[in-house]
């Protein structure tokens, strides 16, 4: 999940994977969209457009649409991809639904690139190895059963 984002801040992957969920769900983004997607005001999805576009991940002009670069469609599909394996970690975990989301938000912007590495190895390798997955999750719900001290 390389050095590649160097440049990224958190916000600005939001708007990247938005923006490149979207292309791939409807063919297009464009800004009422984006901002219905992550809730916020047009005026603010306009001024980030700017600034991707200032950094050469989004080709975007007003009233045109939103193209992503080379650049920006590689940064889009490494936070999506980086955001499934978050949830796909945290589901194996027996995390719940409704917490999942939100913490795979707070996670994915201050978890560090060898930190990600290395948990999707070990996604890799409980999906390869689910008798390991089955053995924790008994572990955990055995532990989850005994009475604290």
């Known amino acids: 999940m390389g050095r590649l984002n160097a440049l990224l801040t958190p916000s600005m992957e939001d ?4 923006i490149y969920e979207l292309i791939h769900e409807k063919g297009y983004a464009r800004v009422s969209d ?10 603010s999805v306009t001024k980030m457009l700017q600034k991707l576009d200032e950094n050469e991940y989004v080709s ?3 009233y045109r649409g939103i193209v992503l670069t080379a650049r920006g469609h590689k940064m889009g599909r490494l ?4 955001h499934a394996m978050l949830a796909d970690f945290l589901r194996m975990l027996g995390v719940q639904e409704d917490t999942l989301q939100k913490d795979v938000e ?4 201050h978890v560090s690139p ?8 070990l996604v890799l390798f409980l999906q390869s190895h689910p ?4 053995s924790f999750l008994a572990y955990r719900e055995r ?7």
């Open 15 to 18: 708007y990247l994977e938005k």
């Open 34 to 43: 984006i901002a219905n997607s992550l809730a916020v005001q047009p005026s």
């Open 60 to 62: 975007y002009e007003k």
């Open 79 to 82: 936070m999506k991809e980086r």
């Open 106 to 109: 707070g996670i994915e912007h």
């Open 114 to 121: 060898a930190t990600l590495e290395a948990l999707q190895s």
């Open 131 to 134: 008798d390991v997955l089955s």
């Open 143 to 149: 532990s989850s059963e005994q009475p604290s001290p």
